[in-house]
Every structure is written in structure tokens, then in C-alpha cells.
């Protein structure tokens, strides 16, 4: 009898431990774009994340950027930290720092080229929606309060995010 009772705590204990979700998220995006002038774009955005708490996520991103167009090509890396801040159980509020570290390669129609390298930092400010459960979806709009107009990678402070999470 005892040793029934010790093996149907021990299956209960097992049970009720894998009833517990873990705090880590992992996911990203992917990007592939086409364009005028032979124009070809390939990203991929992988992140990490952890809640902290249950209104409150941090955790690190890195990316890869690929563009091609017919006299250059682009490839640009990024990294950095986000916290997710959840106000609402599926609206975010979000800061990103990134870091970007890039090679540009213009290819001159009479011969020869000319390339160079190039890092900008941005600090994200936006928010989202995110679906609910172990498998998440979200979207939402940043804008980079570093961003200058004259001296940017970007054409533009906005940037829509779209992503995939998976909770483990």
C-alpha cells in the first residue's frame, strides 16, 4: 500500500509540473521583398525573450538584412535589447534599442566600384496587439526617436512590426 501511494504522489507531482509554462518566448520574423529596378530583399529577425512578470517582458533581438537592387547590393546586422510592457493582456507597449552594423557595394555602370561600411543606432518607441496562447502573432508600430532625416539608413522614423512567438 505505501509503496501505491508514493507512486501516485510521484505521477501527481509529474503531472502538476508539466502544468507549468515556462517564462521564455522565442520567435521572429522573415521578410522577402521584390522590387523595381532588379530590386531583391531578404531579412530574417530572430528574438529571445523572458517575462519578467506578468505585465512586463525583456529580452534580445538580432537580424540580418540582405538588398539588392542592380548596381548595389546591402548587407545590414542589428542587434539589441526590447522590453515589452503589457498594459492589457494582448496590447504592448514597447522600447527596442538596436544597433546596426552594415556594408554597401555600388558596382558603376563603366566598370569598378565603391564600398563602404556604416552603423547607426536606433532607440524604438511604439506598441501592438498580440494574440493570446502558446503560439503568439503580433503587430504594431514603432517610430525611432533617434531617427534624422539627413543622416539615416532609414527613409522614414516608422516602422511596422509583424512577428511570430512561440512560448516554451
Known sequence: MKKIIILFALICSVNSFSQETSKWRFGGGLGLSFGSN?????????FAGY?????????VTAGYQYSKWSDS???LFNFGPYVNFYPIQNIFIRT???HYIGSQKYDYEFGGSNKYNFDESA??????????????????????VLYKEDD????TGLRPIFGVSLGL
Open 38 to 46: 532588379d530590386y531583391f530583399g531578404f531579412a530574417i529577425s530572430p
Open 51 to 59: 517575462e519578467i512578470m506578468p505585465m512586463l517582458e525583456a529580452g
Open 73 to 75: 547590393r546591402q548587407n
Open 96 to 98: 527596442h534599442f538596436e
Open 123 to 144: 532607440l524604438w518607441a511604439g506598441g501592438g496587439y498580440r494574440s493570446s496562447g502558446r503560439v503568439q502573432f503580433f503587430g504594431g508600430l514603432m517610430y525611432n
Open 152 to 155: 539615416s539608413l532609414f527613409s
